[in-house]
């Protein structure tokens, strides 16, 4: 089987139908088709349920099948009861003015399970015979975390493989799976997650994920004039320069797909020719660029607890309480950089008031001051040889320093593919173009894979 992936810019109207239809009708083998929610439409329900005291449902409901119907021009009984599903639940939430993370999870998920409807009737209707599949059906287990789920590759396997029948054509709503009774989604663009999850559990060949960008870029053109299309990544690559910015894929979706050595192609669907001219394909592969450096991500989503005192780098354990603190409390840590005066804890911006308040309880001896790095932005360069090559590091750095850009802290050899390093948000821009300028000038479009 293979399994393809349409996202919510691929869902914005009938004519984006047609063009899932077209490609889909390429496909020779069975499929199992993932949707992400039509386009705004997870949008508009976290909207309602942060407004829930004010929201009129019935108009809310309405609104939303409207959106529905708009993309096969005429009445669908079974997508308007679809739609209606979640009234109750929204009818309950408004009357107690609360949102539980379990009702949050099952209302944010349903755009998902009416795309899913959508397709199979559109498919269907149009000579593609195919099922519609839902997690709870198939069993798609996760580790049960609200609003941000891992899946639990090992216990869902069995139920898929049992599940999908590998002559048929299924399609399968993204973005959340089953704990325990309890819908959990898997963070916001979770359905890319959600395809290489299945195609992990069912041995799939390959994942398509159809997207409306073409595929990875050498650095994100809304900030570097003269970026480069990125032809071919490993796994580690395109982990890391997801899990660093990258907004292209859901950070956790290339796991899934190296677990199995199943290869990830991204298309444009916009530009699509063939399914055998992917923009970016994700694959095992040890080649190492002309250019070294493949890709340049960055994200702003990041602050710096520095735990500062003469000894913290030498006493044993210190490292532990600090991560059990922040763990226990469900705050993930990004990274850590120490020195013998300083532990450098890289966290999510978000997560920055509830570890002001953590640090705060603690009590440490050797920590004499603990600092907030915030108004940051941490910038990876990617690519695979980049450590064993010597003077990497040395031209990344000269590139940012010849800026006068002054570098707040840096990592390498955490991982064999990526540098990273931190610098002030307002210097951001003009270190992404001093890098991607020193590597990338001149370089003709293929010599970058
Ligand atoms: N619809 C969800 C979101 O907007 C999941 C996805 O698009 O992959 O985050
Ligand atoms: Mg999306």
Redesign the pocket.
């Known amino acids: 089987m293979i399994v393809l992936k349409f996202?919510?810019s691929n869902l914005r109207n009938k004519t984006d139908l047609e063009k899932i239809l077209k490609v889909i009708s390429m496909y020779k083998e069975p499929f199992i088709v993932v949707v992400?929610?039509v386009n705004g439409?997870?949008?508009k329900l976290i909207n309602a349920l942060n407004n829930i005291n004010d929201l009129d449902v019935d108009d809310f409901l309405e609104e939303l099948y409207w959106t529905y119907q708009s993309f096969l021009n005429e009445e669908n009984l079974e997508l308007k009861e679809r739609v209606y599903v979640i009234r109750d639940l929204l009818l309950g939430t408004k009357l107690i003015g609360k949102v539980p993370d379990f009702v949050s999870d099952q209302i944010v998920s349903h755009?998902?399970r009416c795309s899913s409807l959508l397709l199979t009737y559109y498919l269907n209707k149009n000579n593609i015979p195919c099922i519609e599949a839902l997690p709870e059906q198939f069993g798609m287990v996760t580790d049960g975390k609200f609003k941000n789920a891992s899946v639990d590759l090992i216990n869902s396997e069995g139920n898929l493989k049992r599940f999908f029948d590998q002559n048929k054509n299924y399609v399968v709503p993204?973005?959340y799976g089953i704990h325990e009774g309890q819908v959990t989604i898997l963070?916001?663009?979770?359905?890319?997650y959600s395809a290489t999850s299945i195609a992990y559990c069912v041995d799939a060949k390959r994942v398509d994920l159809y997207k409306d960008v073409s595929g990875f870029m050498t650095c994100d053109p809304k900030y570097v004039d003269g970026v480069k299309p990125v032809r071919r990544l490993n796994y580690d690559e395109a982990a890391e320069l997801s899990y660093f910015g990258a907004k292209i894929l859901?950070h956790a979706s290339v796991d899934p797909a190296r677990k199995k050595n199943i290869p990830l192609y991204i298309f444009n669907i916009n530009h699509f020719e063939s399914i055998d001219k992917p923009d970016t394909v994700i694959c095992f592969n040890d080649s190492v660029a002309k250019t070294i450096i493949k890709s340049i991500s960055f994200t702003d989503d990041i602050a710096v607890i520095q735990f500062k005192g003469t000894n913290v780098g030498r006493v044993p354990g210190l490292l532990g309480q600090i991560a059990s603190a922040l763990g226990n409390e469900g705050v993930n840590i990004k990274s850590v950089v120490t020195s013998q005066t300083s532990i450098n804890v890289l966290i999510s911006r978000q997560d920055l008031d509830k570890c002001q308040k953590i640090t705060k309880k603690m009590k440490i001896a050797e920590v004499e001051d603990i600092q907030y790095k915030t108004e940051i932005s941490l910038i990876a360069a990617v690519g695979d040889g980049l450590l064993r090559k010597h003077g990497i590091a040395a031209r990344i750095f000269t590139a940012v320093s010849k800026k006068n850009i002054n570098v707040e802290m840096i990592s390498a050899g955490a991982s064999e593919v990526t540098i990273y390093f931190i610098v002030k948000l307002t210097d951001r821009d003009k270190a992404l173009r001093a890098i991607h300028e020193e590597f990338f000038k001149g370089v003709e479009n293929d010599e970058n894979n």
């Open positions: 996202g919510g992400s929610a439409v997870t949008n755009g998902e993204g973005f963070g916001r663009g979770g359905s890319d859901h």
